[in-house]
Structure formats: C-alpha cells, structure tokens
C-alpha cells in the first residue's frame, strides 16, 4: 500500500507570497494532521482534520488555513509568507482521532521563504 | 498540551546499548510515542506506550512510568544507520494531538 504522499517536494518563495501544500492520507485512514518542523526542533502541530471537519488547531496565526477533500486529501495554505516560515511541512494521517492511533508521516515539504 | 523534555544529543559506539530518556507532565496523561527521524527525512513510528512497563520490538525497546512521567527507548546492538534523531511525543486529556519534544541527535561511531 502507498504510504502518505505529499506534493511538492521542495518550494522556494519569497515574502508575501502566498503557498499550497498538498497531502493524500494512506488508504483507509480518515484523519490528518499538519507540523512544521524547524530544524532541530520537532514537529510542531498546525492543523488536525478528520472527515473534512477540523478537529484541532495549534499555536499558529491566521495565515495558515487547511481543509479537507471528501477523498481526505489535504491541502495547507499560508498566506503572506514570512522568512520564518521556512521549514519542513509535514502531513500525517491516522485512521481515527483516538489516542491509539498512530501518525504515519509523510516525507514532507520543504519551504524556503527568500 | 504537554511538555516533553529529552537530552538533546548523544553518542555512542557501534554494537553498544543506548538509552534515550524522555520526561513529561503526568497530569491527564494519555500516552506516548517515540519515532526515529533520519535527516532530512519524515519521522517513522517505532513504539507507543500507554501502560506501564517495557516493550520490545527487536533491537529497540521502549518502557513507561505513568507515576515517574518518565520513559525511555533503549536501542541494541547500535548500528551506524542508528545514528538519527529520536522524537518522543506524548499527549493529554481529551485531546489525542501528539506534542513532539525537539528530539534527541543520536550519532554512532565506529
């Protein structure tokens, strides 16, 4: 089975700008989640979607919006690109919200912002 | 959300054992995952733990204490492909969103 798949692989914009981010889940799993990864730092959560409805929200400002297709694709936006911005964007999918299950990643966009 | 504290780099020599140390906030916890994360890579699920005790799975183990707040993973028979970040992330009360600690840098020497 495919794992997540996540498009594009690497972006480079630069301020202001505005980016999409794309994810499709493994088959079968109804939930994803968006980090952003700095590096040497870990995941931090942006965004949990489960059946097109969004189930949590991490500390980040309003330029970041996600949603979710009925085929439980996903896609991330950011608006108003800032240099922090740059990072590792990656999608995690789950076959529920509860807490045994697992995130399996995806191998993630990388975002430079000039 | 929860506040996970681990070292933030070790190092060790091929064929030894390795323990990754991992805390958190005990208040309404509900479990905790470690994943292994290669540079420039995505994280990889190795283990989670909701009960107390250790867990094994080949080379790695992994073991909690609920009361202690207090987990580590224990990697055997180090590897040189071992050498990685290693990420422990746990969650709390009613929400099963994982808070990601910065992640351990592991690097095997010959």
């Known amino acids: 089975d495919a794992g997540v798949t996540q498009s594009p692989t690497h972006l480079i914009k630069t301020r202001g700008q505005q980016v999409t981010l794309r994810c499709s889940p493994i088959?079968?799993?109804?939930?994803v989640s968006w980090y952003q990864q700095v590096l040497g730092q870990g995941p931090q959560f942006i965004f949990q979607?489960?059946?097109?409805?969004?189930?949590g929200r991490g500390n980040f400002p309003d330029r970041f919006s996600a949603r979710q297709f009925p085929n439980y694709s996903s896609e991330l936006n950011v608006n108003a690109l800032l240099l922090g911005d740059s990072a590792l964007y990656l999608c995690?999918?789950?076959?529920?919200?509860?807490?045994?299950?697992?995130?399996?990643f995806g191998p993630g966009t990388r975002l430079t912002v000039l | 959300g929860q506040n996970i504290d681990q070292p933030t780099e070790m190092t060790a020599t091929e064929g030894a054992i390795v323990q990754i140390n991992c805390t958190y906030q005990?208040?309404?916890?509900?479990?905790l995952f470690w994943y292994q994360q290669h540079a420039g890579e995505a994280p990889t699920f190795l283990s989670y733990?909701?009960?107390?005790g250790l867990e094994e799975k080949g080379r790695f183990s992994s073991f909690l204490s609920r009361s202690k707040g207090y987990s580590y993973l224990l990697l055997k028979e180090l590897q040189m492909k071992d050498s990685a970040s290693y990420l422990c992330a746990g969650f709390t009360g009613g929400s099963y969103i994982p808070t990601f600690g910065r992640g351990t840098s592991l690097i095997v020497h010959p």
């Open positions: 005990t208040s309404g916890f509900n479990g």
């Open positions: 995690a999918s789950s076959p529920g919200t509860s807490g045994g299950n697992t995130q399996y």
């Open positions: 733990n909701v009960l107390d």
């Open positions: 979607y489960y059946e097109k409805e969004e189930r």
């Open positions: 088959s079968g799993h109804k939930s």
